[in-house]
């Protein structure tokens, strides 16, 4: 009889397994293509005209636009959690963030970690551990580099401490230890309506603050409760107002002989249906479902929907 093979899956490192002075090389490395920056600039909506345009970036000195900042350090970031907080309960904070070196479309980033400290909490049952993280360039550049400490469980909570040491770390860090991620500019050549600002840094002081007069609305549309046919999406069921004394989930609906319909104004047709009957459905769904009233869609469309729902056919949530 064959021995029981190894899990082919990692559950992460917990609390007992780090050591102080542990160096971690994190996988995968990453190519950071024009697809990245591009995904990345639709979802957070960057403005900043050096890495937006080439042109521009070549005007004040740099070869090309380089990758956002905040790009190079989610990708090394994210490198490190399989490793680092997979069990994390919190992450605590960050220090002595440095980008050292531009980044440019076609870099292949990799990342290290070096334990620099770790302390058990008095409940036993978790403990923070102090990491710097380094990120790298295909050329062995170091490009990034960071302090985070992260609040991790235990998987043993009788097990020792692996140690303890609190690393002493700058609440600040000197324009000196800033690294090359910025060569110098050519200011005179820095186009202040392109760039879209005519502040400089002199411009903002300690404690001023700044009411951002734009936004981004991130979307969330819910998953639907039952299936969608027709022009209209429901989360559970629908009412035209009618009287008739039967409750017919959606998910039965089409099967069904409609009661009576509302219809939208692609005319397609829904069954109705009402909350009279509620002894069929169970306490879940009935929960779900009231309190239900008829309601006018925005588009003044002649369809009646719960309030909330969504018409598949013009994208507006009915009022």
């Avoid at 620099?116 to 102090?130: A, D």
């Avoid at 299936?227 to 099967?255: L, Q, W």
Wanted: proline share 8%; glycine share 8%; charged share 20%.
């Amino acid at each position: 009889m064959s021995a029981p093979s190894a899990p082919k899956t990692s559950p992460g490192n917990f609390f007992e397994d780090f050591r102080l002075g542990q160096q971690i090389r994190h996988a995968t490395p990453r190519t950071v293509s024009v697809g990245d920056v591009a995904l990345y600039q639709g979802l957070f909506g960057g403005r900043f005209a050096v890495q937006s345009s080439d042109i521009f970036a070549q005007n004040i000195g740099f070869p090309k636009a380089p990758i956002d900042d905040l790009l190079v350090f989610h990708i090394v970031f994210g490198k490190t959690v399989p490793d680092i907080s997979l069990n994390a309960v919190a992450n605590l904070g960050y220090a002595d963030c440095r980008f050292l070196k531009p980044v440019y479309p076609g870099s292949t980033l990799n990342a290290v970690s070096e334990i620099i400290g770790l302390k058990e909490n008095s409940n036993k049952k978790t403990g923070i551990v102090y990491v710097r993280s380094r990120g790298f360039d295909d050329a062995g550049d170091a490009v990034l580099d960071y302090v985070r400490w992260v609040m991790v469980r235990k998987r043993d909570e009788t097990a020792p401490a692996p140690g303890e040491e609190v690393p002493e770390l700058q609440k600040s860090v000197e324009p000196a230890r800033l690294g090359g991620s910025c060569p110098k500019i050519n200011g005179p050549a820095y186009d202040n309506v392109l760039a879209g600002s005519s502040h400089r840094f002199g411009d903002y002081k300690v404690g001023e603050k700044i009411d951002h007069v734009d936004g981004v609305t991130v979307e969330y549309r819910s998953a639907p409760q039952a299936s969608t046919t027709g022009c209209c999406t429901r989360s559970n069921v629908i009412t035209d107002g009618s009287s008739a004394s039967t409750s017919t989930p959606v998910s039965t609906a089409i099967s069904s002989p409609p009661v009576s319909t509302a219809t939208c104004r692609s005319s397609r047709s829904w069954p109705s249906t009402t909350r009279s009957d509620r002894s069929t459905t169970s306490p879940r769904s009935r929960r779900r479902s009231a309190p239900l009233r008829p309601r006018r869609c925005s588009t003044a469309t002649p369809c009646r929907l719960r309030a909330g729902s969504i018409c598949a056919s013009y994208g507006r949530t009915s009022t």
